[in-house]
Protein backbone atom coordinates (compact mmCIF):
# COMPACT_ATOMS: atom_id res chain seq x y z
CA UNK A 1 0.00 0.00 0.00
CA UNK A 2 1.75 3.35 -0.83
CA UNK A 3 2.04 5.67 1.82
CA UNK A 4 0.70 9.36 1.48
CA UNK A 5 0.43 12.85 2.93
CA UNK A 6 -2.40 13.16 4.65
CA UNK A 7 -4.57 16.61 3.12
CA UNK A 8 -7.92 17.79 3.67
CA UNK A 9 -9.84 19.61 1.07
CA UNK A 10 -11.14 23.15 1.52
CA UNK A 11 -15.03 21.97 1.41
CA UNK A 12 -14.11 19.09 3.53
CA UNK A 13 -12.64 21.70 6.22
CA UNK A 14 -15.69 23.59 5.59
CA UNK A 15 -18.43 21.08 5.39
CA UNK A 16 -17.40 19.73 9.53
CA UNK A 17 -16.39 23.76 10.82
CA UNK A 18 -13.81 24.81 13.03
CA UNK A 19 -14.70 22.14 15.97
CA UNK A 20 -14.19 19.60 13.89
CA UNK A 21 -10.99 20.03 12.44
CA UNK A 22 -8.90 16.76 11.62
CA UNK A 23 -6.63 15.82 14.82
CA UNK A 24 -4.01 15.30 11.49
CA UNK A 25 -4.50 19.43 11.55
CA UNK A 26 -3.29 19.70 15.29
CA UNK A 27 0.15 19.41 16.09
CA UNK A 28 -0.60 18.64 19.35
CA UNK A 29 -2.72 15.67 18.85
CA UNK A 30 0.54 13.69 17.00
CA UNK A 31 4.49 13.76 16.76
CA UNK A 32 5.69 16.55 14.75
CA UNK A 33 7.34 16.21 11.32
CA UNK A 34 10.71 18.77 11.74
CA UNK A 35 11.06 19.26 7.43
CA UNK A 36 13.39 22.02 7.20
CA UNK A 37 10.09 23.89 6.09
CA UNK A 38 9.27 23.54 9.83
CA UNK A 39 11.87 24.30 11.42
CA UNK A 40 11.98 27.66 9.67
CA UNK A 41 8.83 28.06 10.54
CA UNK A 42 8.59 26.64 14.19
CA UNK A 43 12.25 26.99 15.58
CA UNK A 44 13.07 30.08 17.51
CA UNK A 45 16.81 30.25 16.48
CA UNK A 46 15.48 30.50 12.71
CA UNK A 47 15.89 33.37 10.76
CA UNK A 48 12.65 35.82 10.61
CA UNK A 49 11.72 36.87 14.04
CA UNK A 50 11.15 34.04 16.54
CA UNK A 51 11.50 35.27 20.12
CA UNK A 52 14.95 35.73 20.43
CA UNK A 53 14.69 38.30 18.22
CA UNK A 54 11.73 39.29 18.84
CA UNK A 55 12.71 40.40 22.63
CA UNK A 56 15.43 42.67 21.02
CA UNK A 57 13.33 45.11 19.58
CA UNK A 58 13.20 48.09 21.72
CA UNK A 59 16.28 50.18 21.06
CA UNK A 60 19.74 49.05 23.63
CA UNK A 61 18.07 46.01 25.24
CA UNK A 62 19.92 42.79 26.16
CA UNK A 63 18.97 39.38 26.34
CA UNK A 64 20.31 36.69 28.97
CA UNK A 65 19.10 32.98 27.34
CA UNK A 66 18.81 30.85 30.20
CA UNK A 67 18.95 27.43 28.59
CA UNK A 68 20.43 24.31 28.47
CA UNK A 69 23.04 23.64 25.58
CA UNK A 70 20.65 22.11 22.62
CA UNK A 71 17.76 24.69 23.36
CA UNK A 72 20.68 27.87 23.06
CA UNK A 73 22.94 26.75 20.22
CA UNK A 74 20.37 27.55 17.99
CA UNK A 75 21.03 31.73 18.72
CA UNK A 76 24.28 31.30 17.13
CA UNK A 77 22.97 32.18 13.62
CA UNK A 78 21.15 35.11 14.84
CA UNK A 79 24.29 36.30 17.07
CA UNK A 80 26.75 36.52 14.17
CA UNK A 81 24.19 39.18 12.50
CA UNK A 82 26.00 42.94 13.04
CA UNK A 83 23.19 44.53 14.47
CA UNK A 84 23.10 41.67 17.46
CA UNK A 85 26.80 41.70 18.04
CA UNK A 86 27.31 41.67 22.24
CA UNK A 87 23.45 42.04 22.76
CA UNK A 88 23.34 37.85 23.46
CA UNK A 89 24.45 36.44 26.73
CA UNK A 90 24.13 32.57 27.98
CA UNK A 91 23.73 31.10 31.29
CA UNK A 92 24.01 27.77 30.28
CA UNK A 93 21.68 25.40 32.41
CA UNK A 94 23.07 21.49 33.48
CA UNK A 95 21.32 18.50 35.22
CA UNK A 96 21.60 19.13 38.22
CA UNK A 97 20.19 23.08 37.47
CA UNK A 98 17.28 21.07 36.01
CA UNK A 99 16.75 18.64 39.04
CA UNK A 100 17.44 21.53 41.54
CA UNK A 101 16.15 24.76 40.28
CA UNK A 102 19.40 26.54 41.81
CA UNK A 103 20.00 28.18 38.47
CA UNK A 104 17.19 30.49 39.61
CA UNK A 105 19.69 31.77 42.07
CA UNK A 106 22.21 32.30 39.55
CA UNK A 107 20.06 34.10 37.26
CA UNK A 108 20.25 37.90 39.15
CA UNK A 109 23.87 37.31 39.81
CA UNK A 110 24.51 36.63 35.85
CA UNK A 111 22.21 39.77 35.00
CA UNK A 112 24.83 42.35 37.21
CA UNK A 113 27.54 40.44 35.76
CA UNK A 114 26.81 41.69 32.07
CA UNK A 115 25.63 44.69 32.89
CA UNK A 116 28.81 45.83 35.23
CA UNK A 117 30.79 44.06 32.04
CA UNK A 118 28.74 46.54 29.09
CA UNK A 119 29.91 49.75 27.92
CA UNK A 120 26.64 51.44 27.60
CA UNK A 121 24.07 51.00 29.72
CA UNK A 122 21.37 48.54 28.73
CA UNK A 123 17.81 50.03 28.66
CA UNK A 124 16.72 46.67 29.27
CA UNK A 125 17.61 42.83 30.39
CA UNK A 126 14.99 40.55 28.64
CA UNK A 127 15.59 37.12 30.39
CA UNK A 128 14.29 34.33 27.59
CA UNK A 129 13.56 30.68 28.96
CA UNK A 130 12.58 27.70 27.51
CA UNK A 131 10.30 24.55 27.66
CA UNK A 132 12.62 23.64 30.84
CA UNK A 133 11.40 26.37 33.03
CA UNK A 134 7.87 25.71 32.10
CA UNK A 135 7.72 22.08 33.37
CA UNK A 136 9.70 23.37 36.41
CA UNK A 137 6.81 25.65 37.25
CA UNK A 138 9.50 28.66 37.61
CA UNK A 139 8.05 32.37 38.56
CA UNK A 140 9.81 34.13 36.17
CA UNK A 141 8.22 37.14 37.06
CA UNK A 142 9.51 36.70 40.33
CA UNK A 143 12.73 36.29 39.19
CA UNK A 144 13.14 39.33 37.19
CA UNK A 145 11.98 41.77 40.13
CA UNK A 146 15.26 40.03 41.69
CA UNK A 147 17.34 41.07 39.01
CA UNK A 148 16.02 44.42 38.99
CA UNK A 149 16.99 45.06 42.44
CA UNK A 150 20.74 44.66 41.33
CA UNK A 151 20.66 46.26 38.54
CA UNK A 152 18.21 49.06 38.66
CA UNK A 153 16.88 48.70 35.26
CA UNK A 154 14.30 46.78 33.55
CA UNK A 155 14.03 43.36 33.37
CA UNK A 156 11.51 41.57 31.86
CA UNK A 157 10.76 37.93 31.01
CA UNK A 158 10.57 36.42 27.81
CA UNK A 159 9.20 32.95 27.44
CA UNK A 160 10.76 30.37 24.48
CA UNK A 161 7.79 28.00 25.38
CA UNK A 162 6.81 25.39 22.22
CA UNK A 163 4.61 24.11 24.90
CA UNK A 164 2.27 26.70 24.98
CA UNK A 165 2.12 27.44 20.87
CA UNK A 166 -1.08 26.32 20.83
CA UNK A 167 -2.28 28.16 24.19
CA UNK A 168 -4.07 31.39 24.73
CA UNK A 169 -1.17 32.95 24.83
CA UNK A 170 1.50 31.59 22.63
CA UNK A 171 5.06 32.53 22.98
CA UNK A 172 5.21 35.48 20.15
CA UNK A 173 1.65 36.81 21.59
CA UNK A 174 3.55 37.07 24.89
CA UNK A 175 6.67 38.32 23.99
CA UNK A 176 5.08 41.72 22.24
CA UNK A 177 3.34 42.15 25.33
CA UNK A 178 6.66 42.30 27.13
CA UNK A 179 8.44 45.01 24.79
CA UNK A 180 5.66 47.35 25.34
CA UNK A 181 5.09 46.55 29.17
CA UNK A 182 7.82 49.15 29.47
CA UNK A 183 6.58 51.92 28.74
CA UNK A 184 5.53 54.94 31.19
CA UNK A 185 1.96 57.02 31.10
CA UNK A 186 2.93 60.52 29.17
CA UNK A 187 0.60 63.06 27.89
CA UNK A 188 -1.36 61.82 25.03
CA UNK A 189 -0.70 63.87 21.47
CA UNK A 190 -3.86 63.66 19.36
CA UNK A 191 -1.37 63.63 15.73
CA UNK A 192 0.47 60.36 16.86
CA UNK A 193 -0.41 57.09 15.83
CA UNK A 194 1.30 53.66 16.82
CA UNK A 195 1.52 50.96 14.65
CA UNK A 196 1.73 47.21 16.49
CA UNK A 197 2.21 44.05 15.19
CA UNK A 198 5.50 43.59 13.33
CA UNK A 199 9.18 43.35 14.42
CA UNK A 200 10.90 45.57 11.70
CA UNK A 201 8.96 48.23 9.63
CA UNK A 202 6.71 48.19 7.27
CA UNK A 203 7.96 49.04 3.94
CA UNK A 204 8.56 52.12 3.01
CA UNK A 205 6.38 52.56 0.19
CA UNK A 206 3.48 51.10 1.91
CA UNK A 207 0.34 54.06 1.45
CA UNK A 208 -0.49 53.24 4.83
CA UNK A 209 1.92 56.32 6.16
CA UNK A 210 0.42 58.66 3.41
CA UNK A 211 -3.50 57.86 4.51
CA UNK A 212 -2.26 58.38 8.34
CA UNK A 213 -0.88 61.49 7.20
CA UNK A 214 -4.30 62.27 5.21
CA UNK A 215 -5.84 61.95 8.55
CA UNK A 216 -3.65 64.77 9.90
CA UNK A 217 -0.87 62.19 11.94
CA UNK A 218 1.85 63.74 12.08
CA UNK A 219 3.34 61.19 13.52
CA UNK A 220 3.55 57.30 13.19
CA UNK A 221 5.70 55.67 15.65
CA UNK A 222 7.24 51.72 14.85
CA UNK A 223 9.08 50.04 17.94
CA UNK A 224 11.89 48.91 14.96
CA UNK A 225 12.08 52.35 13.72
CA UNK A 226 12.69 54.23 17.45
CA UNK A 227 16.74 54.51 17.78
CA UNK A 228 16.88 55.31 20.91
CA UNK A 229 14.76 54.02 24.04
CA UNK A 230 14.31 57.87 24.84
CA UNK A 231 12.02 57.92 21.02
CA UNK A 232 10.64 54.76 21.96
CA UNK A 233 9.45 55.90 25.25
CA UNK A 234 7.19 58.21 22.95
CA UNK A 235 5.17 55.80 21.70
CA UNK A 236 3.12 56.13 25.09
CA UNK A 237 1.98 59.67 23.85
CA UNK A 238 -0.18 58.03 20.82
CA UNK A 239 -3.52 59.16 20.57
CA UNK A 240 -4.82 55.28 19.14
CA UNK A 241 -2.76 52.13 18.09
CA UNK A 242 -3.68 50.46 14.75
CA UNK A 243 -3.03 46.81 15.48
CA UNK A 244 -1.78 45.09 12.08
CA UNK A 245 -1.43 41.51 13.36
CA UNK A 246 -3.81 39.52 15.60
CA UNK A 247 -0.44 38.38 17.75
CA UNK A 248 -0.84 42.20 19.16
CA UNK A 249 -4.29 41.89 20.47
CA UNK A 250 -2.92 41.46 24.02
CA UNK A 251 -0.49 44.45 23.98
CA UNK A 252 -2.93 46.58 22.44
CA UNK A 253 -4.96 45.66 25.45
CA UNK A 254 -2.33 46.40 27.89
CA UNK A 255 -2.08 49.40 26.10
CA UNK A 256 -5.68 50.54 26.56
CA UNK A 257 -5.79 48.94 30.14
CA UNK A 258 -2.63 50.57 31.47
CA UNK A 259 -2.13 54.00 29.45
CA UNK A 260 -5.62 54.52 28.34
CA UNK A 261 -4.81 54.81 24.71
CA UNK A 262 -7.32 53.12 22.86
CA UNK A 263 -6.83 50.70 19.51
CA UNK A 264 -7.90 49.97 15.86
CA UNK A 265 -7.25 46.60 14.47
CA UNK A 266 -6.34 45.90 10.85
CA UNK A 267 -5.64 42.98 8.49
CA UNK A 268 -2.80 42.43 6.15
CA UNK A 269 -4.67 41.42 3.34
CA UNK A 270 -4.07 40.39 -0.52
CA UNK A 271 -7.54 40.39 -1.38
CA UNK A 272 -7.76 44.23 -2.79
CA UNK A 273 -11.35 44.84 -2.30
CA UNK A 274 -11.15 43.79 1.22
CA UNK A 275 -8.01 46.37 1.65
CA UNK A 276 -10.25 48.97 -0.36
CA UNK A 277 -13.07 48.21 2.33
CA UNK A 278 -10.84 48.00 5.22
CA UNK A 279 -9.29 51.66 4.61
CA UNK A 280 -12.61 52.94 4.12
CA UNK A 281 -13.48 51.84 7.37
CA UNK A 282 -10.81 53.24 8.68
CA UNK A 283 -11.90 56.24 7.48
CA UNK A 284 -14.91 56.63 8.77
CA UNK A 285 -13.95 56.35 12.37
CA UNK A 286 -11.21 58.84 11.43
CA UNK A 287 -13.75 61.09 9.66
CA UNK A 288 -11.60 61.01 6.40
CA UNK A 289 -12.76 59.85 3.02
CA UNK A 290 -9.31 58.80 1.88
CA UNK A 291 -7.70 58.80 -1.78
CA UNK A 292 -6.94 55.21 -2.28
CA UNK A 293 -7.62 55.40 -6.25
CA UNK A 294 -3.96 55.53 -7.18
CA UNK A 295 -2.25 52.77 -4.63
CA UNK A 296 -5.17 50.54 -6.33
CA UNK A 297 -4.38 51.29 -9.58
CA UNK A 298 -0.61 50.15 -9.30
CA UNK A 299 -1.71 47.25 -7.58
CA UNK A 300 -3.92 46.09 -10.39
CA UNK A 301 -1.29 46.90 -12.62
CA UNK A 302 0.67 44.46 -10.88
CA UNK A 303 -1.63 41.13 -11.05
CA UNK A 304 -2.01 42.13 -14.75
CA UNK A 305 1.39 42.21 -15.47
CA UNK A 306 1.94 38.64 -13.89
CA UNK A 307 -0.90 37.34 -15.64
CA UNK A 308 0.33 38.63 -19.03
CA UNK A 309 3.47 37.30 -18.08
CA UNK A 310 2.06 34.04 -16.44
CA UNK A 311 -1.38 33.28 -17.67
CA UNK A 312 -1.40 29.63 -16.65
CA UNK A 313 0.20 30.52 -13.08
CA UNK A 314 -1.02 26.79 -10.95
CA UNK A 315 0.01 27.68 -6.88
CA UNK A 316 1.14 25.92 -3.74
CA UNK A 317 0.98 28.67 -0.68
CA UNK A 318 2.62 28.25 2.50
CA UNK A 319 2.77 29.39 5.59
CA UNK A 320 6.76 30.58 5.74
CA UNK A 321 5.98 34.04 3.83
CA UNK A 322 4.58 37.43 5.10
CA UNK A 323 0.86 36.81 5.01
CA UNK A 324 -2.03 34.35 5.88
CA UNK A 325 -1.94 31.31 3.48
CA UNK A 326 -5.45 30.79 3.74
CA UNK A 327 -6.46 34.31 2.83
CA UNK A 328 -3.57 34.76 0.44
CA UNK A 329 -5.14 31.23 -1.41
CA UNK A 330 -8.07 32.84 -1.60
CA UNK A 331 -6.84 36.55 -3.07
CA UNK A 332 -5.22 34.34 -5.91
CA UNK A 333 -8.36 32.32 -6.67
CA UNK A 334 -10.36 35.55 -6.97
CA UNK A 335 -7.50 37.06 -9.12
CA UNK A 336 -8.44 34.15 -11.95
CA UNK A 337 -5.49 31.91 -10.50
CA UNK A 338 -5.40 27.93 -9.45
CA UNK A 339 -4.49 27.08 -5.89
CA UNK A 340 -4.51 23.38 -5.71
CA UNK A 341 -2.56 23.26 -2.79
CA UNK A 342 -2.34 25.32 0.71
CA UNK A 343 0.16 24.38 3.33
CA UNK A 344 -1.10 26.20 7.14
CA UNK A 345 -1.95 26.25 9.85
CA UNK A 346 -5.79 26.50 10.86
CA UNK A 347 -6.98 28.60 13.33
CA UNK A 348 -10.37 30.09 14.21
CA UNK A 349 -8.81 33.32 12.60
CA UNK A 350 -8.49 32.18 8.96
CA UNK A 351 -11.21 29.38 9.23
CA UNK A 352 -13.10 32.39 7.25
CA UNK A 353 -10.88 32.02 4.32
CA UNK A 354 -11.24 28.18 4.01
CA UNK A 355 -14.94 28.66 4.28
CA UNK A 356 -15.16 30.89 1.08
CA UNK A 357 -12.05 28.95 -0.51
CA UNK A 358 -14.47 26.49 -0.50
CA UNK A 359 -17.41 28.59 -2.22
CA UNK A 360 -14.64 29.22 -5.09
CA UNK A 361 -11.84 26.31 -5.21
CA UNK A 362 -13.85 23.15 -3.39
CA UNK A 363 -11.01 20.89 -4.02
CA UNK A 364 -7.59 22.77 -3.18
CA UNK A 365 -5.88 20.64 -0.55
CA UNK A 366 -4.53 21.75 2.20
CA UNK A 367 -1.92 20.38 3.73
CA UNK A 368 -0.40 20.65 7.67
CA UNK A 369 3.57 21.03 7.57
CA UNK A 370 4.01 19.32 11.19
CA UNK A 371 2.26 16.17 10.28
CA UNK A 372 4.06 13.18 10.32
CA UNK A 373 3.16 11.99 6.61
CA UNK A 374 4.34 15.24 4.80
CA UNK A 375 7.73 12.57 4.74
CA UNK A 376 5.50 11.04 1.88
CA UNK A 377 4.47 14.28 -0.13
CA UNK A 378 4.62 13.41 -3.69
CA UNK A 379 5.08 16.50 -6.21
CA UNK A 380 4.44 14.52 -9.47
CA UNK A 381 0.53 15.08 -9.84
CA UNK A 382 -0.42 18.04 -8.20
CA UNK A 383 0.24 20.46 -11.37
CA UNK A 384 1.77 23.62 -9.60
CA UNK A 385 4.08 25.50 -11.50
CA UNK A 386 4.76 28.39 -9.02
CA UNK A 387 5.09 28.14 -5.41
CA UNK A 388 5.14 31.63 -2.25
CA UNK A 389 7.06 30.19 0.97
CA UNK A 390 9.65 28.55 1.96
CA UNK A 391 7.71 25.43 2.83
CA UNK A 392 5.70 25.31 -0.25
CA UNK A 393 9.08 25.53 -2.54
CA UNK A 394 10.93 22.98 -0.40
CA UNK A 395 7.84 20.83 -1.67
CA UNK A 396 8.16 21.59 -5.16
CA UNK A 397 11.90 22.36 -5.41
CA UNK A 398 11.63 22.10 -9.30
CA UNK A 399 9.40 25.08 -9.85
CA UNK A 400 9.90 28.67 -9.27
CA UNK A 401 9.51 29.85 -5.39
CA UNK A 402 8.91 33.02 -4.18
CA UNK A 403 10.22 33.09 -0.68
CA UNK A 404 8.28 36.40 0.28
CA UNK A 405 9.71 36.31 3.61
CA UNK A 406 11.97 39.68 4.09
CA UNK A 407 11.97 41.72 7.19
CA UNK A 408 10.39 44.81 5.48
CA UNK A 409 6.68 43.59 5.95
CA UNK A 410 4.60 43.72 2.85
CA UNK A 411 1.15 45.13 3.46
CA UNK A 412 -1.95 46.99 2.08
CA UNK A 413 -1.68 47.78 -1.88
CA UNK A 414 1.97 47.87 -1.67
CA UNK A 415 2.08 44.20 -0.32
CA UNK A 416 -0.26 43.22 -3.27
CA UNK A 417 1.68 45.40 -5.88
CA UNK A 418 5.29 44.09 -4.31
CA UNK A 419 4.20 40.57 -3.91
CA UNK A 420 3.19 40.38 -8.00
CA UNK A 421 6.18 42.37 -8.82
CA UNK A 422 8.35 39.70 -7.19
CA UNK A 423 6.26 36.97 -8.43
CA UNK A 424 7.07 37.98 -12.36
CA UNK A 425 10.55 38.92 -11.81
CA UNK A 426 10.85 35.37 -11.04
CA UNK A 427 9.14 33.65 -13.52
CA UNK A 428 11.27 35.78 -15.67
CA UNK A 429 14.22 35.00 -13.88
CA UNK A 430 13.22 31.21 -14.37
CA UNK A 431 13.16 31.83 -17.97
CA UNK A 432 16.17 32.71 -18.40
Known amino acids: MKKEAYFATVEDLARGGLEAIPSQMISGKHLIYSSPATLAFNSPGAEGFGVKRAGLAVPDSIMLIVAPGCCGRNTSLISSMPEYNDRFFYLMMDETDIVTGRHLKKIPKAVKEICDCCEKK ?18 MERVCRKAEEKVDIPVRPCYMYALTREGRKPPMVHVRQ ?15 VNLLGFFSPLVDDCELYELLHQAGVKTVHEISRCRDYE ?11 LVLHPEARFAAEDFHDRLKIPFIELRRLYQMDKI ?7 GQVLGVDFDQKKYKAEALEAVEQFREDCPDAVFAVGECMNGDPFEL ?8 FKVPEIYGTITAENFV ?12 RVFSNMEPTMLYYDPVSSGVNITIGKD ?4 HQDQPNAVWNQDRQPYGYAGVRRLFETLTATVKGEKE
Open 231 to 241: EYQTMSQANFN
Open 392 to 395: AGYY
Open 178 to 192: SLYSLLEPQKKKGNV
Open 122 to 139: PSVVMICITCVDALLGTD
Open 353 to 364: YIRNLAKLSPNT
Open 329 to 336: GLALVRYG
Open 276 to 282: ENQYRAL
